[in-house]
């Protein structure tokens, strides 16, 4: 990347509310056919028109053509039956009714590959597309045909690989994998998750990114928050490995969190999207509260490997404090440019 200290976001931003019912997860559309079709394009330029005016350096779809970072994606595979739903608790936190593995899962067509194409054509900037990772899909589904998470997951790996190569060759710089659950199953993560990544990026040439995050700022997390005490050390379970495997970069929840900082330390050499803005709240940080958590990030990351990020997408938010929230994110990393240069 040539500009120092480059912006993004974690991925989803919100919804137009003519789209979609604003401020919730999952939530339904309000068109459909071709109007639906159209209603997805006009709010992935409005996103990369937001994104652009708060001066953000690689952008993103805003996550506009999915209703749900992780479920959109199982949608569209073979073996999978929407139909016919179960509860399970997602990340060992909150009920969720879920699809059901029925069978051999594949990809029989692209799933975003046309979307990044359209993103491709309306800019020049580098362009980030986030896809779920393998240990978050099975998280969200009920198994009654592999009967094995492990089984599961590495289909998908071979999946998700297949839709990043097509990513890429449709002009992704950056494919990211959305892992949250590598926060909670610290022992699969090490014995076959961060293999199952490394299996989905295999062969690709753009970078890759793995989100590891707290969640979004809904209650079910807030609350869980709550119950892991004074520090979060959970990242120190899987950053050893991480450090060592192929993916290029670790994108990160800091602002405003527990985790403590210096185990940034344990993923030195790679680079890092620093979470600088906090999803869980309303309230637009300024930009010297941005300033403030990468200052303390350039601690343990060269300053050439700090890619200043927010913690988590920012669906659930108003637009308003979204654009808000770009914007203190853009301005606190110029503060640390300028500082950075003299
Ligand atoms: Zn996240």
Redesign the pocket.
Same mark, same amino acid.
């Given at each position: 990347m040539k500009i120092l200290l480059p912006t993004s976001t974690?991925?989803s931003l919100p919804k137009p509310s003519w789209l979609a019912e604003p401020e919730v997860l999952w939530s339904p559309w309000k068109l459909d056919g071709d109007q639906l079709v159209d209603g997805k394009k006009d709010a992935l330029r409005i996103s990369l028109h937001e994104q652009n005016h708060a001066g953000v350096d690689i952008v993103s779809d805003g996550e506009q053509t999915r209703q749900h970072?992780v479920t959109t994606f199982i949608e569209h595979l073979s073996g999978v039956d929407f139909e016919n739903r179960k509860m399970v608790k997602i990340r060992n936190r909150y009920d969720a009714s879920v699809p059901t593995v029925v069978g051999p899962v594949s990809r029989e067509k692209p799933v975003f590959v046309e979307d990044a194409k359209f993103l491709r054509k309306q800019t020049t900037k580098p362009i980030k597309w986030a896809l779920p990772g393998p240990m978050t899909m099975i998280d969200t589904l009920y198994d009654d045909h592999y009967q094995s998470r492990e089984k599961l997951a590495w289909e998908f790996a071979k999946i998700l690989n297949q839709e990043a190569k097509e990513l890429e060759a449709a002009g992704v710089d950056i494919i990211q994998f959305?892992e949250?659950a590598f926060n909670v199953f610290f022992e699969d993560v090490n014995d076959w998750g961060i293999d199952c990544l490394e299996r989905a990026i295999e062969g690709l040439k753009c970078e890759t990114a793995v989100?590891? *995050?707290?969640?979004?700022g809904i209650k079910a997390n807030t609350d869980w928050k709550k119950t892991l005490g004074s520090e979060w050390r959970q990242y120190e379970e899987v950053f050893p490995k991480l450090q060592k495997s192929n993916i290029d970069i670790i994108?990160l929840?800091c602002h405003n969190s527990r985790v403590p900082i210096e185990l940034l330390a344990l993923i030195r050499g790679k680079k890092v999207m620093v979470g600088a803005i906090d999803?869980a709240t309303d309230r637009v940080e300024t930009p010297e509260e941005v300033a403030n958590t990468l200052r303390s990030a350039l601690k343990y990351v060269d300053a050439d490997k700090l890619y200043p990020c927010t913690? *988590?997408?920012l669906a659930p938010l108003p637009r308003a404090v979204a654009s808000g929230k770009l914007s203190a994110l853009s301005q606190g990393a110029e503060i640390i440019r300028k500082e950075l240069v003299t």
């Amino acid at each position: 990347m040539k500009i120092l200290l480059p912006t993004s976001t974690a991925g989803s931003l919100p919804k137009p509310s003519w789209l979609a019912e604003p401020e919730v997860l999952w939530s339904p559309w309000k068109l459909d056919g071709d109007q639906l079709v159209d209603g997805k394009k006009d709010a992935l330029r409005i996103s990369l028109h937001e994104q652009n005016h708060a001066g953000v350096d690689i952008v993103s779809d805003g996550e506009q053509t999915r209703q749900h970072f992780v479920t959109t994606f199982i949608e569209h595979l073979s073996g999978v039956d929407f139909e016919n739903r179960k509860m399970v608790k997602i990340r060992n936190r909150y009920d969720a009714s879920v699809p059901t593995v029925v069978g051999p899962v594949s990809r029989e067509k692209p799933v975003f590959v046309e979307d990044a194409k359209f993103l491709r054509k309306q800019t020049t900037k580098p362009i980030k597309w986030a896809l779920p990772g393998p240990m978050t899909m099975i998280d969200t589904l009920y198994d009654d045909h592999y009967q094995s998470r492990e089984k599961l997951a590495w289909e998908f790996a071979k999946i998700l690989n297949q839709e990043a190569k097509e990513l890429e060759a449709a002009g992704v710089d950056i494919i990211q994998f959305d892992e949250p659950a590598f926060n909670v199953f610290f022992e699969d993560v090490n014995d076959w998750g961060i293999d199952c990544l490394e299996r989905a990026i295999e062969g690709l040439k753009c970078e890759t990114a793995v989100h590891i *995050c707290y969640g979004y700022g809904i209650k079910a997390n807030t609350d869980w928050k709550k119950t892991l005490g004074s520090e979060w050390r959970q990242y120190e379970e899987v950053f050893p490995k991480l450090q060592k495997s192929n993916i290029d970069i670790i994108s990160l929840e800091c602002h405003n969190s527990r985790v403590p900082i210096e185990l940034l330390a344990l993923i030195r050499g790679k680079k890092v999207m620093v979470g600088a803005i906090d999803v869980a709240t309303d309230r637009v940080e300024t930009p010297e509260e941005v300033a403030n958590t990468l200052r303390s990030a350039l601690k343990y990351v060269d300053a050439d490997k700090l890619y200043p990020c927010t913690n *988590c997408g920012l669906a659930p938010l108003p637009r308003a404090v979204a654009s808000g929230k770009l914007s203190a994110l853009s301005q606190g990393a110029e503060i640390i440019r300028k500082e950075l240069v003299t």
